[in-house]
């Protein structure tokens, strides 16, 4: 199975919180080439972390860990897939149709052009992984296969 994680689910592998377990085990029995990320994930992920230090949700040695073995993992353990041009139309149509911020868009248009992709090769689409509502809803209208690790305890 493919997976593509959007920010709000990947920082669950990294930070203990709800859904955190799941996406660890999802994670960790997938090879690199089933765990697909935008690469606007990487300043998304590494965001919420600072967020979350600067807020006192965790500890200067914590942060400091989580941070160096999520950039090791953005370069060695996902595929990163770019956001050209067709990426940010694909997310400017998806926001007339879906209450979308614009970087949720960005990685709904991501997962919706590698399930197209991947589908026109004849290979099985993927699961989108989200830990945000509003955006796993604007997801399953269109039509993907929608996981939020919220759901799972």
């Known amino acids: 199975m493919k997976y593509f994680f959007d920010s709000s689910a990947i920082v669950k592998r990294y930070i203990t919180e709800i859904g955190s377990a799941w996406v660890k085990t999802v994670a960790k029995n997938q090879p690199k080439k089933n765990l697909y990320l935008s690469f606007v994930t990487g300043a998304e992920a590494t965001a919420a972390f600072a967020k979350r230090h600067r807020n006192g949700d965790i500890p200067t040695s914590d942060y400091n860990t989580v941070r160096k073995v999520f950039q090791r993992h953005f370069q060695q353990r996902y595929t990163l897939l770019r956001v050209t041009k067709d990426v940010i139309q694909k997310a400017m149509d998806l926001t007339h149709n879906h209450p979308l911020r614009g970087f949720d868009a960005i990685q709904l248009a991501t997962a919706l052009i590698l399930e197209n ?37």
């Open 117 to 153: 992709d991947l589908k026109r090769s004849g290979l099985p689409g993927i699961t989108f992984v989200c830990a945000d509502r509003n955006l796993c809803n604007a997801a399953r209208v269109e039509s993907l296969t929608t996981e939020n690790p919220n759901d799972y305890q």
